[in-house]
């Protein structure tokens, strides 16, 4: 390893290290997922149902000829249902070698803040988003929830 690696700080250690997020909402939360965990971003899908699946599970869709596990974050996070007929994106990430598709309600930017600005979720964050939660960033008007995605893809439930 070169000194210049060896010397280097680690990634939370100084203000110039930036955290990069894909920024997308369920129910009117803003959320983060780390933007190297994202694969694929996509618009409205076929989504077959998968027989006796658990209910967070939507059921799978077709990504270029792999298949895809669509888990719906609305009901992983137990929040009401999307209405009828809303459009739902998803956003593709890997777990495990295997692709899930994340259903949310909107996807919006990719996002760069820096490292020192991330905080331990607070004591007011409600179960089950503390439960999927890596941290937040306050933003300016909006708290910026960082979605753990391999706990979220975890299909056991959190103990």
């Given amino acids: 390893m070169s000194q210049a690696l ?8 100084t ?27 996509l618009g409205e899908q076929i989504i077959t149902r998968i027989p006796m699946a658990p209910r967070e599970v939507a059921g799978s869709l077709n ?20 209405p009828p007929g809303t459009p739902r994106m998803s956003v593709v990430a890997e ?3 295997e692709l899930y598709a994340l259903l949310v309600d909107q996807v ?8 020192s600005a991330f905080e331990r979720n607070p004591p007011t964050l409600p179960p ?3 439960e999927y939660s890596a941290g937040i ?7 910026l929830v960082v979605l753990d995605t391999a706990r979220l893809l975890a299909l056991a439930p959190v103990e």
């Fill in 6 to 13: 060896a010397e280097r700080p680690a990634a939370n250690d």
């Fill in 15 to 41: 203000a110039n290290d930036e955290k990069v997020f894909v920024t997308l909402t369920v129910a009117d939360q803003l959320c983060g997922v780390p933007a190297l965990s994202v694969r694929d971003i």
């Fill in 63 to 82: 990504l270029r000829g792999r298949i895809v596990t669509a888990v719906d974050l609305r009901r992983r996070l137990n929040l009401p249902d999307a």
């Fill in 95 to 97: 777990q495990g070698g």
């Fill in 108 to 115: 919006s930017e990719v996002i760069s803040l820096p490292a």
């Fill in 128 to 130: 089950p988003w503390s």
């Fill in 137 to 143: 960033f306050r933003l300016q008007n909006k708290l």
